[in-house]
């Protein structure tokens, strides 16, 4: 019994030392991303949890990215990231509804309001960074702060997983369950063809040249090291259309998605009369369609089709059915993350 007081003494000397090294790990991080042009404030920093984690939990926060880094804002009632003592290089990130998130763009800020019924990230670092993450949104939704547009009616379930693997590439599973959009969001004949609730989205994709991505956000850099985006599955439930695939895709030089993808459509005829319906295609490239699926290759799943993203057309088989613009080229940037060494025992 002496000795079972004696451990729980010791460890509960051991949970203050650790919780004050991460509120001084904390305060050092607010300190260096205010340094490098970041504008942080909060309302109260704390942490607590004993004795089961260790959960620091900040009221209030705003972030403000400088210029260089995309100039977005971030803005909500609570954040808090918890982890257990045994492993203090794994974190679990929460966010408080509702978020508000402003980003520069062409046409001026988006001040954008989120909502979601769980919000969180999860975050396995060690010595050379970050080498896992993912993420979790049930019940989400996001419309304009100002004039209240619909920008996502409903998303009832998103999971995401990314893992740094091999030879400096990123490897990225992505689901997406009932995304319905905003009445807005997509042109009129594609809404018209396959309506705004999206039930299934699924991707396995593989980003090649990691580095040069996460080094600065910027497409054009990553593609001009030659990144490439190899998705090794894909699978979309999208009103008549039953597709999956797999193939390459990169960005030409005008940032427009380049690349091909094998499709396999698994209602070929449902598919054709959607688009012909919706004036996505025309009645006569309908049938140029229904002609190359009639002689196209037939396997369990369904029809295999090319489907390609050439000089800003998407195509399927011979046919286009759609534009693609530019990507933006600077993507947003997440400020740096405290490193796993700045934690006693982070890493054993």
């Known amino acids: 019994m002496r000795l079972f007081g004696v451990l729980l003494a010791a460890y ?12 001084k790990t904390a305060d050092n991080w607010i300190e260096e ?19 089961f984690r260790f959960t620091v939990r900040v009221r209030d926060p705003e972030i403000i990215a400088p210029p260089e880094d995309g100039a977005w804002r971030m803005a909500m009632p609570e954040l808090s990231a918890s982890a ?3 492993n203090l290089s794994h974190w679990i990130v929460a966010f408080a509804s509702p978020a508000e998130l402003d980003f520069e763009g ?39 702060r100002e004039g209240g547009d619909v920008l996502i009616e409903a998303l009832d379930q998103l999971v995401l997983s990314s893992e740094v693997v091999d030879e400096d590439r990123m490897r990225i599973r992505l689901e997406v369950r009932g995304l319905e959009l905003g009445p807005d ?20 994709t593989t980003l090649s040249h990691w580095s040069a991505l996460a080094a600065d956000a910027n497409l054009a850099s990553w593609s001009e090291s030659g990144g490439r985006a190899e998705i090794a599955m894909a699978d979309l439930h ?23 993808l094998s499709v396999m459509v698994t209602e070929p005829e449902s598919l054709v009369a959607a688009l ?12 140029a369609l229904r002609l190359a699926l009639m ?17 800003g057309g998407i195509f399927l088989g011979p046919v286009r059915i759609g534009e693609a613009g530019p990507l933006t080229g600077q993507l947003p940037s997440p400020p740096e993350l405290p490193d796993a060494d700045d934690l006693p025992g982070a890493n054993p």
């Open 185 to 204: 969001q997509l042109d009129e004949r594609t809404a018209n063809a396959f309506g705004r609730r999206i039930e299934l989205m699924r991707t396995d």
């Open 33 to 51: 991303r205010e340094s490098e042009g970041y504008a942080i404030t909060v309302d109260r920093l704390s942490v607590s949890g004993f004795p």
């Open 84 to 86: 257990l003592p045994y």
């Open 238 to 260: 999208w009103g008549n259309a039953r597709l999956g695939g797999e193939g390459a895709m990169g960005v030409d030089g005008l940032l427009r998605p380049e690349g091909r």
């Open 276 to 287: 012909v319906a919706g004036g996505v295609v025309s009645s006569s490239d309908g049938e």
């Open 106 to 144: 062409d046409e001026g800020t988006s001040a954008l309001l989120a909502t979601a019924a769980r919000a969180r990230v999860s975050l396995a670092s060690s010595r050379a960074g970050t080498v896992r993450a993912g993420a979790e949104l049930e019940e989400f939704r996001l419309i304009e």
């Open 12 to 23: 509960g000397g051991y949970w203050l030392w650790m919780s004050g090294e991460i509120r």
């Open 295 to 311: 002689m196209a290759p037939r396997r369990d799943q369904g029809v295999a089709l090319p489907f390609r993203f050439q000089q």
